[in-house]
Nanobody, 121 residues
Framework: QVQLVESGGGQVQTGGSLRLSCAAS????????MRWYRQTPGKEREWVAK???????EYADSVMGRFTISRDNPKNTIYLQMNSLKPEDTAVYYC???????????????WGQGTQVTISA
């Protein structure tokens, strides 16, 4: 059984910072890629950032230069450092990962339960 558990959400003022964490646990062989998404009520889930096992990263234009995704491979954990936060960053942030749980099947997708981030004006 694989689980993704996010933490670090909360409420800060505009211009503040938060750091989210997402830890994967369970029977894990490899995690080729991990991502952060976010969602606000009535809107589709939006991709935020991605990091590959080798460390390459990608960002949505809306967070480029303000958010940094990083990864601790031995701990199967990723982080999202969010700086210069804006009210429009308010959302539930979800962790997503492609995880391989054995050597004879391809990685499958897993989601965390989400953590609320609220930015007040």
């Amino acid at each position: 059984q694989v689980q993704l558990v996010e933490s670090g959400g909360g409420q800060v003022q505009t211009g503040g910072s938060l750091r989210l964490s997402c830890a994967a646990s369970g029977n894990i062989v490899s995690i080729p890629a991990m991502r952060w998404y976010r969602q606000t009520p009535g809107k589709e889930r939006e991709w935020v950032a991605k990091i590959f096992s080798g460390g390459d990263t990608e960002y949505a234009d809306s967070v480029m230069g303000r958010f940094t995704i990083s990864r601790d491979n031995p701990k199967n954990t990723i982080y999202l450092q969010m700086n210069s936060l804006k009210p429009e960053d308010t959302a539930v942030y979800y962790c997503n990962a492609n995880i391989q749980t054995n050597y004879w099947t391809s990685p499958r997708e897993y989601w965390g339960q989400g953590t609320q981030v609220t930015i007040s004006a």
